[in-house]
């Protein structure tokens, strides 16, 4: 997919759509047990509305047209919950991508979800989202009330517009979005936080940050997450002049 920075991640948004659903299935390569959260089923999807300089799964979201493997709803919960039966997990993700790009790939996570929940009432879903899609759709966000086990962790990519656009080669007017979706997740008493790259700022600039959001109507705790150091990613982030406080 031929791209300029910066970009724009609506018009990515529905054009990774495009490549990475179809119907009810969606694009993954890989379903696994991972040790975060104390113990989680994990399905691994490509396809995101940002190229992140730090993302762990950079090369696959670039070129999610390279994965040809479709898996609908019942086998990515199917898969999901096979590996929670087998390492006794309650938990569960979709993680490596943007679960929500647009109409189809969010039904296609509805559809997960409530599978998941008739199979295993106590489990808990956390969704790693980067919230944008969800901030510029906030009429869907209701359905998300529906699930009481549902944890919404939204990934802010920058403490302001310009280190929004930096990291995500976004162009920066739409950083206010995932701040939306998160306002509005908490307005309809989801149980949503923020979480940021903890290396990449100052603890001023994060302290600004928390202030900010606070400003905004946000009154969940800030999460902080810290940096995966692949080689390539030191390499995407030494490219776009960024770097580790």
Same mark, same amino acid.
């Given at each position: ?92 993700? @979709? ?71 930096? @990291? ?37 600039? @994060? ?34 002049? @960024?770097?580790?406080?």
């Amino acid at each position: 997919m031929a791209l300029a920075f910066p970009f724009d991640p609506l018009k990515r948004s529905e054009e990774v759509e495009n490549q990475v659903t179809k119907e009810n299935q969606r694009l993954y390569y890989r379903f696994r047990p991972a040790p975060y959260y104390g113990g989680i089923a994990t399905a691994d999807a490509v396809g995101c509305s940002f190229l992140c300089a730090y993302c762990w799964n950079y090369n696959r979201n670039l070129y999610p047209e390279k994965f040809k493997k479709f898996y609908s709803s019942q086998q990515v919960a199917d898969k999901l919950l096979h590996i929670a039966r087998r390492k006794s997990f309650r938990l569960f993700r @979709i993680s490596g991508a943007e679960p929500v790009l647009g109409e189809n790939s969010f039904f296609h996570l509805i559809e997960v979800l409530r599978l998941i929940n008739q199979s295993k009432p106590s489990s808990l879903f956390i969704l790693e989202t980067n919230g944008f899609y969800l901030g510029y759709r906030t009429d869907i966000l209701e359905k998300f009330q529906e699930f009481s086990n549902l944890r919404v962790r939204v990934c802010i990519k920058g403490v302001d517009e310009d280190s929004f656009a930096k @990291i995500t080669g976004a162009i920066k007017d739409f950083y206010r979005f995932p701040l939306i979706a998160l306002r509005e997740l908490e307005g309809l008493g989801i149980k949503a936080w923020p979480a940021l790259m903890g290396d990449l700022f100052s603890r001023e600039k @994060i302290s600004k940050f928390e202030s900010s959001l606070i400003e905004n109507g946000i009154r969940s705790e800030l999460e902080l997450e810290f940096l995966e150091t692949y080689p390539f990613v030191l390499e995407n982030m030494k490219e776009r002049k @960024i770097r580790v406080i």
